[in-house]
């Protein structure tokens, strides 16, 4: 991994934090699948001082129901996520090259290419996975914060 402080995670949601599956009953609720494993993933990286966001494109009360519960700050509906990270980090006084960004598909490209270190899900597209710094074991939707938060802990005690 490049030696870089990490001071912001990015996360998009579906296909980090979901296996990018949507579960849909018969009056249009939609519903997803996560991974405790991610919760706790979450949590330890916060022990490490580290900020942690979602950027979604997608509108849904799921994606907003899942940071509060992890108490994470999310952004969800947004068309540009280059522009909507630019903005956060100004806002916050985050440097883009200090901020770590989990994406798995075309969608997370253009803002992928301005970060300072990025991953990807085993299962994301081929062209996340050509462009990531870190492709992970894990698939989207198994585990794949809780894997990220092992790397990033074990690159601190070296």
């Known amino acids: 991994m490049t030696p870089i402080k990490i001071k912001l995670i990015v996360y998009d949601f579906d296909g980090v934090m979901t296996d990018n599956k949507v579960y849909v009953?018969?009056?249009?609720?939609?519903?997803?699948?996560?991974?405790?494993?991610?919760?706790?993933?979450?949590s330890e990286?916060?022990?490490?001082?580290?900020?942690?966001?979602?950027?979604?494109?997608?509108q849904n009360p799921v994606v907003s129901t899942r940071a509060h519960k992890l108490g994470i700050p999310c952004l969800q509906g947004i068309e540009n996520k280059k522009m909507a990270l630019f903005d956060y980090c100004k806002e916050n006084?985050?440097?883009?090259?200090?901020?770590?960004?989990?994406?798995?598909?075309?969608?997370?490209?253009?803002?992928?290419?301005?970060?300072?270190?990025?991953?990807?899900?085993?299962?994301?597209h081929e062209s996340i996975k050509n462009i990531s710094?870190?492709?992970?074991?894990?698939?989207?939707?198994?585990?794949?914060?809780r894997e990220l938060f092992d790397l990033i802990n074990n690159k601190k005690g070296e």
Do not use: W
């Open 25 to 42: 009953d018969q009056n249009g609720n939609e519903m997803v699948q996560v991974n405790r494993a991610d919760g706790l993933g979450v």
């Open 45 to 58: 990286i916060k022990k490490l001082g580290i900020e942690q966001i979602i950027i979604s494109t997608e």
């Open 93 to 124: 006084d985050i440097d883009l090259k200090n901020v770590a960004y989990v994406g798995n598909d075309i969608n997370d490209k253009n803002v992928m290419e301005n970060t300072g270190l990025t991953f990807c899900p085993a299962d994301a």
């Open 133 to 145: 710094d870190h492709v992970l074991k894990t698939k989207g939707g198994h585990g794949v914060i």
